[in-house]
């Protein structure tokens, strides 16, 4: 029986080979091979081998979904193990694409607004399955679709928490750097904020010079932990004190840190609200809030802040000097929108 494809199981079957086999099959994966018997640059021998020891690719079976009113896909992915998962694939404003992965099946984290911990946590996606979701979309937009445009930019801000699967969604950034033509200032790992993992990024020189982005939704401690049910009071001290830090080693003018701000109707988008939030960014350096349309999900107890709550509450923030920008939502009707993923049901 062949081994499922995890970068591990990978290292394993070329034990034997010299290190650098590993770059030729990356780079042949990256090219847009999907069979090991298919590499030029490795022998007859060793293609028969892996094809025969390890699968070619982590996914079993596919399903794209088209939206009708963007220019949106989502893929529902079946791994190996019978494990869903999706990815998004959206046009964006300079012509390109972005795409957003997912780091995990499930999420532990449980965001009251977010489909994807209402369907529980399920694993850690491997760095090859990460990986490959970018792969998947590069042949989508070359035989699929006969886009000749790029992939511009890589968001992961699919289904999990990226900083709680550190080596793995290391590992697969490190790939993606290696491996395609996007560089890291078009690469942004969105987490809610594990502050072990914030602090060690830090001191890792291993952790490649992405973008962060800080899901904060607010800035008080009660209505924050009503929305992150992970976050404890001590959050935003060390928060701010990982900012300054971040800022000091890690930032620049091309890399400001976001922070991510989803609007919800009389929980989060008051002025008073707005306030609390300037005077948490008050003083951070390169720092930007992006502030985030409710994506409708099954809860029918929550709802999204109206247009006039938002534009007040985007003017309190620019009018303390700080820069807001409001996400476009892409994908609604085909649920590939923020907090909307949650392949919930059997594949197909």
Same mark, same amino acid.
């Given at each position: 029986?062949?081994?499922?494809?995890?970068?591990?199981?990978? $290292?394993?079957?070329?034990? #034997?080979?010299?290190?650098?086999?590993?770059?030729?099959?990356?780079?042949?994966?990256?090219?847009?091979?999907?069979?090991?018997?298919?590499?030029?640059? $490795?022998?007859?021998?060793? /293609? =028969?081998?892996?094809?025969?020891?390890?699968?070619?690719?982590?996914?079993?079976?596919?399903?794209?979904?088209? +939206?009708?009113?963007?220019?949106?896909?989502?893929?529902?992915?079946?791994?190996?193990?019978?494990?869903?998962?999706?990815?998004?694939?959206?046009?964006?404003?300079?012509? %390109?694409?972005?795409?957003? *992965?997912?780091? &995990? #099946?499930?999420?532990?984290?449980?965001?009251?607004?977010?489909?994807?911990?209402?369907?529980?946590?399920?694993?850690?996606?491997?760095?090859?399955?990460? *990986?490959?979701?970018?792969?998947?979309?590069? /042949?989508?937009?070359?035989?699929?679709?006969?886009?000749?445009?790029?992939? +511009?930019?890589?968001?992961?801000?699919?289904?999990?928490?990226?900083?709680? %699967?550190?080596? %793995?969604?290391?590992? #697969?950034?490190?790939?993606?750097?290696?491996?395609?033509?996007?560089?890291?200032?078009?690469?942004?790992?969105?987490? *809610?904020?594990?502050?072990?993992?914030?602090?060690?990024?830090?001191?890792?020189?291993?952790?490649?010079?992405?973008?962060?982005?800080?899901?904060?939704?607010?800035?008080?401690?009660? $209505?924050?932990?009503?929305?992150?049910? $992970?976050?404890?009071?001590?959050?935003?001290?060390?928060?701010?004190?990982?900012? =300054?830090?971040?800022?000091? +080693?890690?930032?620049?003018?091309?890399?400001?840190?976001?922070?991510?701000?989803?609007?919800?109707?009389? *929980?989060?988008?008051?002025?008073?609200?707005?306030? /609390?939030?300037?005077?948490?960014?008050?003083?951070?350096?390169?720092?930007?809030?992006?502030?985030?349309?409710?994506?409708?999900?099954?809860?029918?107890? =929550?709802?999204?802040?109206?247009?006039?709550? =938002?534009?007040?509450?985007?003017?309190?923030?620019?009018?303390?000097?700080?820069?807001?920008?409001?996400? /476009?939502?892409?994908? &609604?009707?085909?649920? #590939?929108?923020?907090?909307?993923?949650?392949?919930?049901?059997?594949?197909?």
């Amino acid at each position: 029986m062949k081994k499922n494809l995890t970068f591990t199981n990978l $290292i394993t079957v070329l034990d #034997a080979e010299p290190a650098f086999r590993v770059k030729q099959i990356m780079h042949s994966f990256f090219s847009g091979t999907v069979s090991y018997l298919d590499i030029s640059t $490795i022998s007859k021998k060793l /293609r =028969i081998h892996l094809d025969k020891e390890i699968n070619s690719s982590t996914i079993k079976t596919f399903k794209v979904f088209p +939206s009708k009113k963007d220019e949106t896909y989502k893929a529902l992915l079946l791994l190996y193990d019978k494990i869903n998962i999706e990815t998004v694939l959206m046009k964006n404003l300079k012509g %390109n694409w972005t795409i957003c *992965v997912s780091s &995990q #099946a499930g999420c532990p984290v449980k965001c009251s607004f977010c489909a994807t911990g209402k369907m529980g946590f399920k694993r850690n996606l491997d760095s090859l399955e990460i *990986v490959e979701q970018v792969i998947f979309w590069k /042949r989508f937009l070359e035989q699929k679709l006969n886009d000749k445009k790029r992939i +511009s930019n890589i968001v992961v801000m699919g289904m999990g928490e990226p900083l709680l %699967n550190y080596d %793995n969604v290391k590992n #697969a950034l490190n790939l993606i750097l290696n491996y395609s033509d996007v560089g890291p200032n078009y690469i942004t790992v969105s987490t *809610v904020g594990i502050i072990n993992s914030l602090f060690k990024l830090l001191n890792d020189k291993e952790w490649p010079k992405v973008k962060m982005a800080i899901s904060i939704h607010s800035a008080d401690n009660n $209505i924050r932990a009503g929305i992150v049910p $992970i976050h404890n009071t001590d959050f935003f001290a060390d928060l701010k004190k990982w900012c =300054i830090k971040y800022s000091d +080693s890690l930032g620049s003018r091309t890399r400001p840190l976001t922070f991510e701000y989803v609007m919800l109707e009389g *929980v989060n988008d008051t002025k008073k609200d707005a306030v /609390r939030l300037s005077a948490f960014l008050k003083g951070l350096k390169r720092v930007k809030i992006n502030l985030i349309p409710y994506n409708i999900t099954s809860d029918a107890g =929550i709802r999204g802040s109206n247009e006039k709550h =938002i534009i007040a509450f985007k003017k309190e923030l620019s009018d303390n000097k700080i820069t807001v920008t409001l996400r /476009r939502s892409s994908g &609604q009707d085909i649920k #590939a929108a923020c907090g909307q993923l949650a392949p919930l049901g059997a594949f197909l």
